[in-house]
């Protein structure tokens, strides 16, 4: 199934051809209208520059008109072969459908809301044949049974016309063309990026970033690159600033030869405050302190998570060559 991407704007048009896979582009002049565009000619010149290939609108009163009108967009520089002109189906519609596919040019007859406009239009020998199914389907038709119907006449009859979903409103309209069978869609840029988007997908994919990072990163890659430490003779006020601006829930307490002497933690904090004002006055060397949870820093992540999960601590200490460079957070696992 080809798949178009339906725009008048520039930047959504540059966004979408990135993909390096669709098909083409399918405008209208309400497109571009709507964005303002002036210089209709110039547009259709650039676009035909940007996209594999262009469907653009050929009107006019008459099948000559709608002829001699596709033929002047040619004479802007087109390729022929890349070029499909849009035509809206009325009985002068499908005789200029016929006026083109003779002299070799590719033709999208569109705008149809029944079978028999279809009909007429693959008997012309239409290259596409366009019902809008958002549109019958805002006047409460059944456009989906109209476009299989189509579907089915072109694979019955042996017609060599493509049909193309078009007036896509929502991804279910697209699982909807897939279904029934549809030759080609032309989607708006919106619905097109978010095809690919699932909960369960987006939830896996993160899942395996986190465990793959879990098994190649050392921990001292991963660590903030502030080292939250301050000496043993500082006074626990002073100490209890630095680490508000380190912004750690603990702080690695050193002696004079850079030896860790311990771990003073927020849980510490609370615990010592509820000992009475006084405590603040103290010095870091006036407490005792626990053999602290530590791991090297060439360890990889995976060391680290086993043992955050064996000793449920939020922080271990990053010790290299058995001196403090820093403390990994349990959030340190998934960033």
């Not at 040619?74 to 890349?82: C, R, Y």
């Not at 750690?248 to 030896?259: K, Q, V």
């Not at 990889?300 to 922080?315: I, P, Q, W």
Request: net charge neutral; glycine share 8%.
């Amino acid at each position: 199934m080809e798949l178009y991407l339906d725009s008048a704007n520039l930047k959504e048009i540059e966004e979408g051809f990135k993909l390096g896979f669709l098909n083409g582009l399918t405008t209208t002049p309400t497109f571009m209208q709507r964005e303002g565009i002036n210089d209709i000619d110039g547009t259709i010149v650039k676009l035909s520059k940007m996209v594999p290939v262009l469907q653009i609108e050929a009107l006019g009163n008459t099948a000559e008109d709608i002829l001699k009108e596709a033929e002047r967009q040619i004479k802007l520089g087109l390729d022929p072969k890349k070029t499909v002109f849009k035509i809206p189906v009325s009985l002068e519609g499908v005789r200029a459908c016929k006026l083109l596919r003779n002299k070799g040019y590719l033709v999208n007859v569109h705008l149809v809301y029944t079978l028999q406009q279809a009909y007429m239009a693959m008997h012309a020998g239409a290259t596409y044949v366009c019902p809008l199914v958002g549109r019958l389907q805002d006047q409460g038709h059944d456009a989906l049974a109209l476009v299989e119907q189509c579907v089915q006449a072109v694979e019955y009859y042996g017609y060599d016309t493509k049909i193309m979903f078009s007036s896509v409103r929502n991804t279910e309209h697209v699982r909807n063309a897939i279904n029934i069978g549809v030759h080609t869609i032309t989607v708006p840029l919106k619905i097109l990026k978010s095809l690919t988007d699932n909960n369960f997908t987006t939830l896996g994919t993160e899942q395996f970033i986190t465990d793959t990072r879990l098994m190649t990163v050392k921990v001292g890659e991963a660590i903030n690159r502030t080292n939250p430490i301050v000496a043993a003779d500082t006074k626990i006020s002073d100490a209890i600033i630095k680490m508000t601006e380190y912004g750690f829930g603990a702080i690695i307490i050193t002696n004079t030869d850079g030896s860790v002497k311990g771990v003073f933690t927020d849980g510490d904090l609370r615990r010592l405050i509820s000992t009475g004002r006084d405590a603040l006055n103290k010095k870091m060397s006036d407490l005792t302190y626990k053999t602290p949870v530590s791991i090297d820093a060439d360890a990889l992540l995976n060391e680290a998570a086993a043992v955050f999960k064996k000793t449920s601590v939020d922080n271990i200490l990053v010790l290299s060559s058995g001196k403090p460079i820093g403390m990994l957070d349990i959030q340190d696992l998934k960033n």
